[in-house]
């Protein structure tokens, strides 16, 4: 089982990689102001918010047994600390993980 996890950490990681470096090869040609560029940028911020919200609406496995409130405090935590640290993504990525474990374990 552990060499599944590590053969699909692997795969994934190729994958993203290699579209971001494809993505830097070819950005040389896309001008930020085109509306093509604008239309990718909406559609991959509505996908990633559409995914998010399923995530936390219709959860499946462990996230399911958690409590809607649970959830809800999570995230308004995790906006919170997103805009008290400038807008950084990686503190409330890390202390949502943790803190939906210890409220889930003590409420």
Do not use: H, Q
């Not at 909406?42 to 936390?56: D, E, M, N, P, Q």
């Amino acid at each position: 089982m552990a060499s599944n996890i590590l053969i699909v950490i692997i795969v994934t990681s190729i994958a993203t990689y290699l579209s971001r470096f494809l993505g830097v090869l070819s950005s040389e040609k896309i001008k930020e102001t085109s509306k093509i560029f604008r239309w990718f940028n909406c559609l991959a911020y509505s996908t990633l918010a559409a995914l998010i919200a399923r995530i936390v609406i219709f959860p499946s496995g462990t996230l399911n047994e958690v409590d809607y409130l649970i959830r809800f405090i999570v995230i308004v935590i995790s906006i919170f600390i997103f805009y008290f640290t400038k807008k950084n993504l990686v503190y409330p990525t890390l202390l949502s993980g943790i803190i939906l474990s210890l409220l889930s374990s003590y409420l």
